[in-house]
């Protein structure tokens, strides 16, 4: 079977790196889809999304000098979503993070809210970074020696 790029090819996950996943095509071919091509939004972990025996559907977007780069997020947003067809709804199942997200919390302790501005979050920030830096020298200045320090 000859692949070429545009087709739609089922194959199985023989291997996860932290850049993407190998899919074996069949016929002594495979193929890598990259990180970036695993869903549409951000993929931080690829083992949320794929795991070793998976069978998926990936679309090829290029063969060149033996090596194959394929797509499941391109085929998802190229199939049209109907409700009643089987290979979506295991695309479906498949492509949603296996593990649930955390919330994220910033380093401040506060958890991020979307509505939150860039403006506040970065006056908060000079505020909070002003107050950590004024107590630093206030506690560190005494203890340099030179002029006007105090001496134990």
Request: charged share 30%; glycine share 10%; proline share 4%.
């Amino acid at each position: 079977m000859s692949i070429e790029a545009g087709q739609k090819v089922t194959g199985t996950v023989t291997g996860i790196a932290p850049f993407g996943a190998f899919v074996d095509l069949g016929d002594q071919q495979s193929g890598l889809v990259h990180i970036s091509e695993v869903a549409s939004g951000f993929v931080k972990d690829i083992n949320d999304y794929l795991a070793v025996g998976d069978t998926v559907e990936v679309k090829v977007l290029d063969v060149e000098e033996g090596k194959i780069a394929l797509s499941i997020r391109q085929l998802q947003k190229d199939s049209p979503q109907t409700e009643s067809s089987p290979s979506n709804e295991t695309a479906k199942k498949s492509f949603t993070p296996r593990r649930p997200q955390r919330s994220k919390a910033s380093s401040f302790g506060r958890k991020q809210r979307p509505n939150d501005d860039f403006d506040a979050l970065m006056s908060n920030f000079l505020k909070e970074s002003e107050d950590r830096l004024s107590s630093l020298r206030r506690n560190t200045e005494g203890k340099r020696g030179g002029r006007g320090g105090r001496r134990k």
